[in-house]
């Protein structure tokens, strides 16, 4: 070996070497279609060619819901991190550790408010990123908060679901959260206040048997996975092959288990029209230029995120 081959060599690669993004490319699942990442971007997630409907990320969602990409952070009340010292492979603190810088979110639910078409509305997004969208206690306290917010400021209450079931690592803990979730529902409900539950890609286990399937309306995204336990376990349990498209969005409308399935693109429009119909509110004035912020924000517990380019 010479200086030819330790020093200049070496220079020469981190010159020309470039740094690429791993997520520059997106492979779409259904076709095989290469599609650059902005593109699906910039069209709310979903493959140009094919139309399937990718994951979204929750403050991706709230972006595509709220007007002017404007909305409040609702703050959610704080829990035992790990309440039952659990380990598997791994300790539990610390795949929630991973978990929160993947996705910049301290559970796997987000809660904001803002303004539908000029209209107040509570939204509450499941990040099924964050373990699999996995209903926890922190989960289940953020779904409670935001039923409660809607009843405070009287005002719909929107649910995007995206979850794999019950976190197993909270173990009975973690299942309590769904009867308390169904009660908060309740309370909504007695309250006289629109429930609108949107199923996202895929919603299965302990939400689909809580409140993921309680709500005044139910919309599916086109494609979306819905049920209890999979499709393997079934037919090991009942020893016979399952129809074609089972679970899936399209299935399910068809056999009467949910009302509509939407595409992403109208998505917006169609929450806000029921929206207004379910509350006998009138509609919308059309507005030039910016529109401002929700005057009855919350004040206590919220923060502005303001629009990002």
């Not at 819901?65 to 035992?80: C, K, M, R, S």
């Not at 309440?83 to 904001?112: C, M, Q, W």
């Not at 935001?146 to 690592?169: D, H, N, T, W």
């Not at 056999?255 to 509110?281: E, F, Q």
Request: proline content about 6%.
């Amino acid at each position: 070996m010479n200086w030819l081959t330790n020093v200049v060599r070496p220079k020469i690669r981190s010159i020309l070497k470039r740094d690429t993004p791993e997520n520059l490319w997106i492979k779409c699942p259904d076709s095989g279609q290469l599609v650059f990442y902005k593109d699906v971007e910039a069209n709310q997630f979903v493959i140009p060619g094919s139309n399937y409907h990718m994951r979204m990320g929750a403050v991706a969602r709230l972006k595509s819901i709220f007007d002017n990409e404007t909305w409040y952070d609702v703050a959610l009340p704080e829990v035992t991190a790990d309440p039952l010292k659990f380990r598997d492979e791994r300790k539990y603190v610390d795949r929630i550790k991973d978990a929160r810088a993947k996705t910049g979110l301290n559970d796997s639910i987000k809660v904001g408010y803002g303004k539908l078409e000029g209209q107040g509305v509570v939204v509450v997004v499941q990040d099924f990123d964050f373990m699999g969208g996995s209903l926890g206690m922190a989960a289940g306290e953020a779904i409670i908060r935001g039923f409660e917010l809607a009843i405070e400021k009287k005002s719909p209450c929107i649910v995007f679901a995206a979850s794999g079931g019950a976190r197993m690592q909270e173990g009975i803990l973690s299942l309590m959260q769904l009867p308390r979730t169904t009660v908060a529902v309740e309370m909504l409900r007695e309250a006289g206040l629109p429930y609108l539950v949107v199923l996202t890609n895929p919603t299965t286990g302990g939400v689909t048997a809580s409140y993921a399937m309680l709500g005044d309306i139910h919309i599916a995204e086109p494609g979306a996975l819905i049920g209890f336990a999979g499709a393997r376990v079934i037919e090991q349990t009942i020893r016979e092959k399952l129809p074609e498209g089972f679970q899936r969005a399209e299935y399910l409308k068809d056999h009467g288990m949910i009302d509509m399935v939407v595409h992403r693109h109208d998505l917006r429009p169609t929450l806000a029209r029921l929206c207004r119909l379910l509350t006998r509110a009138p509609a919308p004035e059309v507005v030039v230029g910016p529109q401002a912020a929700p005057a009855d924000a919350v004040a206590e517990d919220a923060a502005p995120v303001a629009p990002q380019a």
